[in-house]
């Protein structure tokens, strides 16, 4: 018998998520743990279930899905996050992917389509259209928003960064370095001007981003 995946909807129409609630749960090995509509609820969801499955709506009240899927990502490592989207297109598929999602699905795809995609995770396969694979962009290199960004964040500006991603306070932060929490303020100044960002939540996405690439080469 399948391991019952444990799963949490974080979805902005409140109709819609109960009848993708409603299309799991027909399946025998997947159960709802918890819905929301917003980003910060769906890390509260994530942090308390650490659920096998997350479905995501890529637009979220406090904007895209992307500043959420690292977060998640530090939260439950082990999930596995599909973004729900109308921009049914490669190249977001593959920005996702590079954050750390495991797939994309359109909103306007079948039941039938759904459960596949999640039958594959199961498998440890990614499902994507077969037009896809006919599409110019499919063939480029990955565009990463950091590919020509020299980023060389100090030891401790990193260790701000990834406490950040985990959720932790700024005023934490301050104690657990030993500085106050107006050197904090100084420390993210400099890190936004390295990063290329304005706002938390556009540091904590180019963060992951730049991780990421930086485990790759090492």
């Not at 999640?118 to 063939?139: K, N, Q, T």
Request: proline share 3%; glycine share 4%.
């Amino acid at each position: 018998m399948k391991k019952v995946w444990q799963v949490v909807i974080v979805d902005i129409h409140p109709t819609s998520m109960l009848g993708t609630k409603l299309i799991l749960e027909e399946q025998q090995d997947l159960l709802v743990r918890g819905m929301t509509s917003t980003g910060s609820e769906g890390l509260d969801l994530v942090n308390i279930h650490q659920p096998d499955l997350i479905l995501m709506d890529y637009r979220l009240p406090e904007g895209q899905a992307d500043q959420y899927i690292a977060q998640m990502k530090n939260l439950s490592a082990h999930s596995h996050i599909i973004i729900l989207t109308d921009e049914d297109n490669v190249k977001l598929f593959r920005h996702l992917i590079s954050l750390g999602a495991s797939g994309m699905l359109s909103k306007q795809a079948s039941p039938s389509q759904l459960i596949h995609l999640i039958s594959g995770l199961r498998e440890g396969c990614v499902s994507i259209p077969l037009s896809w694979l006919a599409s110019a962009e499919w063939a480029q290199p990955v565009e990463s928003p950091v590919e020509e960004l020299i980023v060389e964040l100090t030891e401790t500006e990193t260790f701000i960064m990834e406490r950040i991603v985990q959720g932790v306070t700024y005023d934490k932060i301050a104690s657990e370095i030993n500085v106050s929490r107006r050197s904090i303020d100084n420390y993210l100044r400099k890190i936004y001007v390295k990063l290329d960002v304005s706002s938390r939540a556009q540091a904590i996405e180019r963060y992951a981003l730049y991780a990421r690439q930086t485990k790759t080469v090492s």
